[in-house]
Structures are given as structure tokens and as C-alpha cells.
């Protein structure tokens, strides 16, 4: 449809992750559509990368604000996004990105200044602080969760109460969910599990969390008959406006990040899919900055080869040990002879290093499952797909993701967790072939795959007749509250 210029601009503010910028610039292209002008914020590299994806037709209007990771305590230099950042680092960069703050708020105090007041701010789930830069200059402002509100209800859930600290047993309730939040210590990211109530880590996520408190709203990447428990969670948390306006997922084939993928460009891996049968091919990834042990990638490969009737396209990172941006050793991290035997001659499986074109993959019929670290991005993208899913739950909120999933909506089965889970090949194997055959557990999930599949495109629907889906009508609900704002302001 032809999009008219309606005057508003909204400044949309990502923390420095490819699956924090990914379904911000997603929602960045979905407001746009609606008439607003999108000022988009991040650091000088990201904002860089980011050029090269903003479509031909898109006005969004990147900006830039300094950030030095070398100013801060223990960040290596020219860090500004965590695809370069050792994952133990993690929290030590969402602590440094507070020293935005002054240049964010020099931002604002600009756009007001020549003329352009923004209608609102969506800022990023670990950007609470940039609520009060916003009501500073008397602007709305809201959170935008790129998670979804079960994984990142538990998450913090746990993170305010630390519950596993005030048992021995290795199950306990999450308060605040009731039978849901019936979780096992292994689902604790280890961050979470050896926090102390007083520790640096417990403070900052504590502190942010609250901080969402003085927004004038959540607005969700998901879907609410996807995710009633969890989205649920926050109101009553909150006592807050919560708007699941997803799912938000890039167009296909936008190329966020392609410059490490090793020549397999996505009409390469297309064409591959295109000469395999329905429903026959798993896709291995596990997000943008996970990877497993060396261990576990051997015991994966063991497994995909026992499988004989299914194909495979997996997302192959160096293992954990190694550094980050190795060259793809064959030899070194998977089985003898798996590449010559399983992928050359039996032509089963597409081994793709570093970043694979996702969407454009999930898309495809030939894809019958998706083994994935249940990222909530991936979890959308697929389920959008009627894909079901194969949970390895990595890190952070990935695990209740998982829980979900599996327990509340049966699109998923759990094969692992984390990089310490001793993988046997042989079960790996049994419960791929579970999912991907003609079981009829795998037939069951398959059917609800497609139901969730149904059920995400009636949330989207906004019809000519006048019928508004659920995230439709959530967007609708946002942007009206941010006009009531500035009509009482002004
Ligand atoms: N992604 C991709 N190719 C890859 C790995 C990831 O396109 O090889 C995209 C994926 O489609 C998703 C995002 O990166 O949009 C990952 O987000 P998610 O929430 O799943 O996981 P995270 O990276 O935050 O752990």
C-alpha cells in the first residue's frame, strides 16, 4: 500500500546485538509503513553494517552516537556489538551501554530542537534509563521486547528473586507463574545461577527491570493467544499498558549480515533445498552468538549422520575454545570423513560457516524441522512457517523459550541444554527422528506447527472488511496512547 507521511517521528534505540537490531529494525520498517518517520540509533559500526540494509524504498534515517568500548573496564577494543564479544563479557557490555546515555539524550534534545519532536521513544529492554531522557523533553516512550513474554517473564522472575538460592532441590517454582513456572536448575543460564542478591549483575538487572516500570508501555514481539501466560505476567507485574504487536520478523532476503557467510549466498542455498523433498531437511543454527563444545559438535554430526533419510543445512561456528572468527577446520571439529561421506557423496547436508539467509531457509518446503537455540526471533521465524522445533536452549531467556514451547503450545521438543550436556549421538539421532519422521509425536507437533502458523497470520490480519488481528489492533493501541501524550503535553 502507498504510505503517507503522517509528521510523527519515532526514535527507535536497539542494544548492539544482532537480535536486538534485527527485530528493531524490523518494527523501524513495519511503523514506517504506517506513516512515521523512523530515526534509527546505534553505534558508529552497527550503524555502518545497517546502511546496507535498509531497503530503496525506506526513509529511515540512521544515526550515529559514539560509543568506546576500550573506556570501559575489561571490553577489548572496537566492540560495539556482541557477535565480536566473548560471551562472558556479556553483561559487563549491557553495563557500559549506560554511558550512551549523554549522547542519546544530546540526540533528543537536537531532533526538538530543529523542529522535530519525536512522538515517541522505543528503546531497547536493556535501555530503561532512556525513559527519563524522554520524559525529560515530555515524549513517550516505550520498551520494545524483542523476547518474547513467557521467556523474558521467567527470566526476570528469576533475576528478581533469585529462587534457586533459597532451595537445595533441583526443582523449584518461579513466583509469580504458578505450574508454568515450574523450572529445574539446569534451565538457568549460568549468569542467573551464580548470581548473589547483592553481586554487580543482580543489581543492573534488577535496576532495569524496575526501570520499565517508569515507561509508558511494553511493546512485545509477540503474539497474544501465543504467549497469554507470559504477557500476563507483565501486567499484573507492571501494572502497565503490554502490546503484542508481533510477530515483527525482517522482509526475506534483507541482508542484516551476510559478509561472513563463506559463498553459500541464499540463491545458492535455495537451489540446493529445491532439489530435496518435502519436509526433509533440518536447519542447525544456533543464533548469532552461540555456539556449542567441541564435544557436542562431534556427538551432532555422529547423530546427523545416523539419520540416513534426513538432509541438513547446519550453521557451523568454531567451537567454544575457539576463537571466534577461526577459519571452518573440518578435520579438527567434526567426525573423520564426515565431510567427503556424509555431504560430498551422499549430498545429505549443506554445512554453511558463520551465517546462514534464515528466513529465506525456514521459508523453503523442504524444511521439516528446525534444531535451534530457541533465540525467540528463531522461534517466531519458524513457527510463522508452520516449522516445529528441535530446543537446545543456549543462554538468557532461551530456556523458558524452550519450556514454552514444548509444555504450553507442543511445537517443540527439548534435545539439550546448554554447552555442558553430554550429547549421546544415538538419542540425538532417535529424537530427530521422532520429529522429522512418521511418528505420531512428529505428526502431532507438525499439525500444531501449522496451527500456531494460522494463528500468528490471523494476529496480523488487517483486513479491507474491517477485521483487525490482535497485533494489529496493539499497534493501533501504541501509537494512539503516544498522540493522547502529546496532545495533553502540547
Ligand atoms: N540469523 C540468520 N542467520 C544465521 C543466524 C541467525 O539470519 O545464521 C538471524 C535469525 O534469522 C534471527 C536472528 O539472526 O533473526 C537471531 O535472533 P535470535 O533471537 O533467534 O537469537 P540470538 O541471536 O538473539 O541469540
Not at 554511558?99 to 530503561?128: C, E, N, T
Not at 490482535?470 to 499497534?475: E, F, G, N, P, T
Request: charged share 25%.
Amino acid at each position: 500500500a502507498e504510505k503517507k507521511e503522517n509528521g510523527h517521528t519515532i526514535v527507535m534505540f536497539p542494544f548492539m546485538a544482532q537480535g536486538h537490531i534485527i527485530p528493531f529494525l524490523a518494527l523501524a520498517l513495519q511503523v514506517e509503513q504506517r506513516g512515521f518517520s523512523i530515526v534509527f540509533v546505534n553505534t558508529p559500526l552497527n550503524i555502518q553494517k545497517l546502511r546496507k540494509s535498509i531497503p530503496p524504498s525506506s526513509a529511515i534515517r540512521l544515526r550515529e552516537i559514539p560509543f568506546n568500548s576500550s573506556d570501559h573496564h575489561r571490553l577489548p577494543p572496537n566492540v560495539e556489538n556482541t557477535d565480536v564479544l566473548p560471551p562472558h563479557l556479556i553483561f559487563t557490555f549491557i553495563e557500559s551501554s549506560i554511558s550512551l546515555k549523554p549522547a542519546f539524550r544530546d540526540l533528543i534534545f537536537d531532533l526538538v530542537r530543529d523542529g522535530d519532536p519525536p512522538l515517541a521513544v522505543v528503546a531497547d529492554m536493556f535501555f530503561g534509563w532512556s525513559a527519563e531522557v524522554a520524559h525529560e523533553f515530555g515524549i513517550f516512550h516505550a520498551i520494545f521486547s524483542s523476547a518474547g513474554g513467557f521467556g523474558m517473564g521467567c527470566y526476570f522472575s528469576l533475576w528478581l528473586n533469585l529462587p534457586h538460592r533459597k532451595t537445595n532441590s533441583p526443582e523449584f517454582l518461579l513466583p509469580d507463574f504458578q505450574e508454568a513456572g515450574q523450572i529445574h536448575r539446569t534451565q538457568l543460564a549460568p549468569s542467573v545461577s551464580a548470581a548473589e542478591d547483592n553481586d554487580s549483575r543482580s543489581v543492573l538487572m534488577r535496576k532495569n527491570f524496575w526501570k520499565w516500570a517508569d515507561s509508558d508501555g511494553v511493546l512485545f514481539n509477540s503474539v497474544e493467544k501465543l504467549d497469554e501466560i507470559g504477557l500476563d505476567y507483565f501486567r499484573r507485574k507492571l501494572c502497565q499498558n503490554v502490546w503484542p504487536v508481533g510477530p515483527i520478523i525482517l522482509p526475506r532476503g534483507n541482508p542484516v549480515r551476510v559478509e561472513k557467510s563463506n559463498g553459500f549466498s541464499p540463491e545458492k542455498c535455495i537451489e540446493w533445498l529445491d532439489s530435496k523433498p518435502p519436509n526433509s531437511v533440518l536447519f542447525i543454527s544456533f543464533g548469532s552468538n552461540n555456539t556449542i563444545s567441541a564435544s557436542q559438535m562431534m556427538q551432532l554430526a555422529k547423530a546427523l549422520e545416523q539419520v540416513m533419510n534426513t538432509n541438513f543445512i547446519w550453521v557451523v561456528r568454531p567451537p567454544l575454545g575457539f576463537d571466534i572468527t577461526a577459519e571452518f577446520k573440518a578435520e579438527e571439529w567434526l567426525p573423520e570423513g564426515f565431510m567427503p561421506r556424509v555431504v560430498e557423496t551422499q549430498n545429505r547436508g549443506l554445512i554453511v560457516v558463520q551465517w546462514a539467509p534464515q528466513q529465506d531457509i525456514l521459508s523453503h518446503k523442504a524444511v521439516g524441522a528446525f534444531l535451534t537455540h530457541c533465540g525467540w526471533n528463531s522461534v517466531l521465524e519458524s513457527l510463522s512457517r508452520g516449522v516445529p522445533l528441535i530446543g537446545w536452549p543456549m543462554a538468557a531467556e532461551q530456556f523458558f523459550n524452550a519450556k514454552v514451547m514444548e509444555e504450553e503450545i507442543g511445537v517443540c521438543v527439548e534435545v539439550a541444554r546448554g554447552v555442558d550436556f553430554e550429547i549421546a549421538c544415538d538419542d540425538l539421532a532417535e529424537k530427530i527422528e521422532m520429529v522429522m519422521g512418521e511418528s505420531e509425536k512428529g505428526k502431532e507437533m507438525r499439525r500444531k506447527a501449522d496451527e500456531v502458523k494460522k494463528m500468528i497470520r490471523d494476529a496480523i490480519r488487517d483486513d479491507e472488511g474491517g477485521f483487525k488481528g490482535s497485533s494489529v489492533v496493539a499497534m493501533d493501541e501504541f501509537i494512539h496512547a503516544a498522540l493522547l501524550k502529546k496532545e495533553k503535553i502540547h
